[in-house]
């Protein structure tokens, strides 16, 4: 399993940011994904899932409204799409199968600030 995210990046409060992960080591089409994220000095947390053909989307209560999850089977590849970011949504963000694998990416650093 190799998870390879990219896309993060420093930016403004209200601003947006699109993340992209690359999926290769599976049959990425079988298997419902998500976003994960994790703050300095806290725990790993789930951000969002899309199931495997891509048609039900579950969302934390945190980034509902604001992020769009997405996936593309042909690329083996899944999207989010941040809006509205706020500072708090400040992290690095990881891909994974939902459930996870017990293998993760190197995550993409998201930085939301002024």
């Known amino acids: 399993v190799q998870l390879v995210e990219s896309g993060g990046g420093l930016v403004q409060p209200g601003g947006s940011l699109r993340l992209s992960c690359a999926a290769s080591g599976f049959t990425f089409s079988r298997y419902a994904m998500s976003w994960y994220r994790q703050a300095p000095g806290k725990e790993r947390e789930f951000v969002t899932r899309?199931?495997?053909?891509?048609?039900?989307?579950n969302y934390a209560d945190s980034v509902k409204g604001r992020f769009t999850i997405s996936r593309d089977n042909a690329k083996r590849t899944v999207y989010l799409q941040m809006s509205a970011l706020k500072p708090e949504d400040t992290a690095v963000y990881y891909c994974?199968?939902?459930?996870?694998?017990?293998?993760w990416g190197q995550g993409t650093q998201v930085t939301v600030s002024s």
């Open positions: 994974n199968s939902a459930p996870p694998f017990s293998s």
């Open positions: 899309i199931l495997s053909f891509g048609g039900t989307t």
